[in-house]
């Protein structure tokens, strides 16, 4: 059996309904409207790369000192979001296949751009069926670099070649087929259509198609 790395977002659990949030208030704040559209743009990319989108957008230009205030004011709204988060949270099928993983000894990554992922993980109570946790706090160059997977690789002691990626995003995706492993789109949406394989749920990923791979 190969090795599975996770993506966060989108995948284990919805928090993007919470980044668009924040990040929407953030944009109010520099009179810029994000749209849905361009918040799909942002999953899977770095606090701060989201915040020069954003002010990119909105082609507005703020000081160093006024941007880090940005930051953690939107980290703060995130936080106080995913505090309220619980188990029926995780999206249909996630814990299914973290107990596949288990039971047949196959190691299992994180690999999120997110820094609040061990937080997010331990809310969900699930921490225990990962091997390896790469996160934002682990990273220096978020996806499409393929730096977080490579490192969830190492971590697990496998080849990239031997690891399934499952992401929901476009830069995710892109970031691990630069590393050079297999992907699995989540979501169904037309950004991850260039995944080696698609599903619209993991509740549809069968062991069968899994010891395929």
Known sequence: MKAFIFDLDGVIVDTAKYHFIAWKRIGEKVGFQLSHEQNESLKGVSRVESLERILGWA????????????????????LQQIDAMGREEILPGVIELLQFAQENNIPVALGSASKNA?????????????????????????????????????????????????????????AAKAAGMTTIGMGGADEVKTADHCFDTMALIKPEFIRSL
């Open 59 to 78: 082609e507005v230009e703020i000081s160093s000192t006024e941007k880090e205030a940005l930051l953690i004011e939107k980290n703060e709204d995130y």
């Open 118 to 174: 061990t937080r997010i993980l331990e809310k969900l109570n699930i921490t225990s069926y990962f091997n390896a946790i790469v996160d934002g706090n682990h990273v220096t160059i978020s996806k499409p670099d393929p730096e977080v997977f490579l490192k969830g690789a190492a971590l697990l002691n496998q080849a990239p070649k031997d690891c399934i990626v499952f992401e929901d995003a476009a830069a995710g995706i892109a």
